[in-house]
Nanobody, 122 residues
């Protein structure tokens, strides 16, 4: 079992930056690929970014490419999402998730955090 807890969300103005963290407990994070997903009101949950077990491979949704950076510190059992140049359309609840395989499909993830709200005002 892996327990995931996100933090770092908040209310910011367009153009600002935020860094989300996802702290893991229960099992070592290095056993898993990790991903960030988000869900805006009235919309389906969507893929944001993922990273393989050692950080050697990352992938991003086109909507965040060049603005967001996913990273991990396995020694601290923590996943990060650095979000720059935030836009109003980035407003959503952001979730971290752990998977044995990673990828863009949320059904491939086995463990999920409770989510953290990010609100970007224009």
């Amino acid at each position: 079992q892996v327990q995931l807890v996100e933090s770092g969300g908040g209310l910011v103005q367009a153009g600002a930056s935020l860094r989300l963290s996802c702290a893991a407990s229960g099992r070592t994070l290095s056993s898993y690929a990790m991903g960030w997903f988000r869900q805006a009101p009235g919309k389906d949950r969507e893929f944001v970014a993922d990273i393989n077990w050692n950080g050697g491979r990352t992938d991003y949704a086109d909507s965040v490419k060049g603005r967001f950076t996913i990273s991990r510190d396995n020694a601290k059992n923590t996943l990060y999402l650095q979000m720059n140049s935030l836009k109003s359309e980035d407003t959503a609840v952001y979730y971290c998730a752990a998977s044995l395989v990673g990828g863009t499909y949320d059904g491939g993830y086995d463990y999920w955090g409770q989510g953290t709200q990010v609100t970007v005002s224009s």
